[in-house]
């Protein structure tokens, strides 16, 4: 009769990885950073601003999106109208996956000019069409939030 040592080995092996598993610490998830994003846009030129947007600027945040970059990404416009200074036309609402994508992962900057490059093969046309984008704009501001669940 023949005795084998490996699945015994192999057993040991098993027991000692999962309780090493047991004693490490669980890896911490990085926190979301939400970034609202606020546009003030000329007086008649809003949809010509939201089809821009769409076109040039949302495949770039989608890419980021399936890099892992971002999370989510929200587009809303108030219901009603706003008096001249808070008044805004647009809110895009990004969930980034950490604070450093969203404020300065290097990696991210490589990534979008990849991105930017693979989509828009014509980049003066681009650049051209993302000038005109901003040229519609009275005012753009952007405000960090933290989600709070109050008691």
Known sequence: MRFSLRPLVLLLLLGATVASAAEMPAATEPTPVTVEYYYRIKWGSAEEFKRLYAKNHAPLL?????????RS???DEPFTHMAGGPRWDLRITISFRDAAAAISDPDWDKRWEEAKAR???DREAFDAEEQARFALLEEHWD????EVHPK
């Open 62 to 70: 989608d890419e980021m999106k399936k890099l892992g970059f971002v």
């Open 73 to 75: 990404v929200r587009a």
């Open 119 to 121: 989509l828009y093969a």
């Open 143 to 146: 405000v960090v939030v933290n």
